[in-house]
């Protein structure tokens, strides 16, 4: 293979020229930015989320509606974003898609985020329409009622891939939350819903607790390599097992956690905080660092290092089960 197509990548059918994507952030909103990461070897982009709320309200037709709304309900009163407060609304958004496309060469993947089934889930013919090349639905869901059971948050995560699916024909990925008891069954059902790949995983934003004002307060924490670990678990379970796409999301900050990803079978790595936090220049010598690792360790392409490390592919399968569970215990002596 030519030097030049080292890192080339397929990702939900699509061909990209580097595994290394924007991850889903405000960077959508700034054509400059992602025309620099582009040439910088982003292989593609995720925009950040059009979520339910916004949706919702506008399916409404009135901010004005759902405020009367919230008033006979004290506790839901300031817990959602007013439509101003989000980056771009439902139809700035489609133009957003369609600035992109044309700014960039790289494909676009927009995101629709959301936990409930229901109208909203319209907009994912509209961002095809727009020019999306691809979806990634972010399903995050606190469940808070103790009467709603595993099998129903399942059942609607189904049921919500299943009706985008209906709309698009584009690729569709499912961004999850690592928290289901059987995650390879849940994947496994996710194909037959009708998804093409799945990004592990969606950030848990936990709030925090203000006790001098009595207040709950949203706490937004970027991510370390420490997050990788989680995540290394589950790629390297699920690949070769699913026939899906892997994304890996959260933890890529040097040019070995790329490695590390890869060899356990991630077909992407989404990068976000480390631009967010040191600028687009970090995010090109992350590529330029982990090109110079692949050729010091003889890697003539990113396709002959995937999954090496996986557990299909594992000398000690049982490292990613109990037994690693058991090895670290053993790790920390007093």
Avoid at 91 to 98: F, M
Avoid at 232 to 251: D, E, Q
Avoid at 291 to 303: F, P
């Amino acid at each position: 293979m030519n030097p030049a197509n080292a890192l080339e990548t397929r990702y939900l059918g699509l061909t990209l020229s580097s595994p290394f994507v924007v991850g889903a952030s405000p960077l959508a909103d700034k054509v400059e930015v992602l025309q620099k990461l582009e040439s910088m070897g982003a292989g593609a982009v995720v925009m950040h989320s059009l979520f339910e709320e916004q949706l919702t309200r506008e399916n409404l037709a009135a901010d004005e509606l759902t405020d009367v709304g919230a008033e006979s309900f004290a506790e839901a009163i300031g817990y959602f974003p007013s439509a101003s407060d989000y980056n771009l609304g439902p139809e700035e958004y489609l133009e957003q898609i369609a600035k992109l496309k044309s700014a960039l060469h790289i494909p676009v993947i927009a995101s629709l985020n959301g936990c409930t089934p229901g109208g909203w889930v319209e907009h994912a013919h509209l961002m095809q329409e727009a020019g999306a090349d691809a979806l990634e639905l972010n399903i995050y869901d606190v469940v808070t009622d103790p009467e709603t059971s595993s099998e129903d948050v399942e059942k609607r995560l189904y049921d919500i891939v299943v009706s985008v699916r209906e709309r698009i024909t584009i690729p569709l990925s499912v961004k999850l939350a690592p928290f289901y008891s059987a995650l390879p069954s849940t994947v496994k059902r996710l194909r037959l819903c009708g998804a093409d790949g799945v990004v592990l995983f969606n950030r848990f934003y936990q709030p925090d607790l203000n006790i001098e004002e009595l207040e709950v307060e949203p706490r937004l924490y970027l991510s370390t390599s420490a997050e990788l670990l989680l995540r290394l678990r589950w790629l390297a379970i699920l690949h070769g097992r699913c026939n899906l796409s892997l994304a890996l999301s959260g933890g890529v900050h040097k040019p070995t956690d790329a490695v590390k990803g890869l060899m356990a079978g991630a077909d992407i790595l989404q990068v976000v905080s480390l631009i967010l936090r040191h600028g687009p220049e970090a995010f090109g010598q992350l590529v330029a660092d982990f090109r110079e690792w692949m050729a010091g360790h003889e890697y003539a392409t990113v396709s002959s290092m995937r999954g090496c490390l996986s557990h299909q592919n594992s000398p000690d399968p049982a490292e990613f089960e109990r037994a690693n569970y058991l090895r670290v215990l053993q790790l920390w002596k007093a």
